[in-house]
């Protein structure tokens, strides 16, 4: 049967992370698990931030993005990743395939914004203090986000277009747990050239760009740090800046070494291990490294359970 742009494979099925039975059941209960801890983690600290006054600052406004991203980010795959666990055949078809793969790439792109705007607001609140209020402003705030999220759907559409245009005959097997770009590109039964072209371009900017911008951030608040006298204050402040940059190399390094590489060169079993650090690890890591470890997040939580 031939589908409305020309392919003529209407569903797909997904391999999943592993074909060994015995690994199938605690392998589910591990993701189930970790799937449960994210959406606990990322809800909790929305709802926190609603409902605590105090956390209405701009560094928690982007602390609630990013929460919302993970939760939907990690809520795209998690559970069709869950049942492809305990089911014999995974089939997804060709528009939930397409809708999953611009999903991810819009949340993924989002996420890497998201991030480098959090590395820019903590530079202004450490490097220039004084000006913070006046230069993180709500419409700044605002303007980050809307960028962050601009990029995400230019992300989306250039990779989910690019997708489109292609078709795949006979081969209907994804040797992954999601739809994902290079596994597709495998499939497919035309040419890829400018697909991977398009891949290659656009990595690179969601990569280079926020990579630089994150680190030449974090290069002016270490030197400011240097200048602080109170050796505790130091301390603290690199435990925050080690952590943040942690997370970010976790989620860049995994991307780049998928996302970064030429399809033909892709190992599958490296690409499932590689995305199941930025597509299940970080959303579950983010909470804890960004807000539950936070002071001020502790406080919001006494007094919200104090009023319930």
Do not use: C, W
């Given at each position: 049967m031939v589908s409305g742009n020309g392919s003529f494979v209407t569903e797909f099925l997904l391999l999943g992370l592993t074909d060994k039975p015995d690994l199938q059941l605690p392998l589910f209960l591990l993701f189930l698990g970790m799937y449960m801890v994210t959406v606990l983690g990322n809800l909790g600290l929305i709802i926190l931030i609603v409902l605590n006054s105090h956390l209405h600052t701009p560094m928690y406004f982007f602390l609630f993005n990013l929460s919302f991203i993970d939760f939907c980010y990690s809520s795209v795959f998690t559970p069709k990743m869950l049942v492809n666990f305990i089911s014999k055949k995974n089939v997804i078809s060709y528009m939930g395939c397409m809708t999953q793969l611009y999903l991810l790439s819009f949340f993924c792109?989002?996420?890497?914004?998201?991030?480098?705007s959090m590395a820019y607001d903590r530079y202004v609140a450490i490097c220039t203090p004084l000006l913070y209020n006046v230069t993180m402003s709500s419409k700044m705030c605002s303007s980050l986000m809307f960028c962050s999220y601009m990029m995400a759907f230019i992300n989306a559409m250039a990779f989910t277009g690019c997708m489109l245009r292609l078709n795949f005959c006979d081969a209907n097997t994804i040797n992954h747990y999601l739809c994902d770009i290079h596994p597709l590109l495998q499939l497919s039964c035309t040419s890829t050239y400018i697909n991977e072209l398009v891949v290659f371009i656009m990595s690179g900017i969601n990569v280079i760009v926020p990579s630089l911008t994150i680190f030449v951030s974090?290069?002016?608040?270490?030197?400011?740090?240097?200048?602080?006298?109170?050796?505790?204050?130091?301390?603290?402040a690199f435990s925050t800046c080690s952590s943040h940059i942690i997370a970010v190399?976790?989620?860049?390094?995994?991307?780049?070494?998928?996302?970064?590489?030429?399809?033909?060169?892709?190992?599958?079993?490296?690409g499932k291990i590689s995305s199941v650090f930025y597509t299940n690890t970080v959303p579950l890591l983010n909470p804890l490294i960004y807000s539950l470890r936070n002071k001020d997040v502790k406080l919001a939580l006494r007094r919200t359970l104090s009023r319930r």
């Open positions: 792109a989002s996420e890497i914004y998201v991030l480098t974090y290069g002016f608040i270490i030197s400011s740090i240097l200048h602080i006298s109170s050796t505790q204050g130091r301390s603290k190399s976790l989620f860049f390094g995994s991307g780049a070494f998928v996302y970064l590489k030429p399809s033909s060169t892709v190992s599958m079993d490296e």
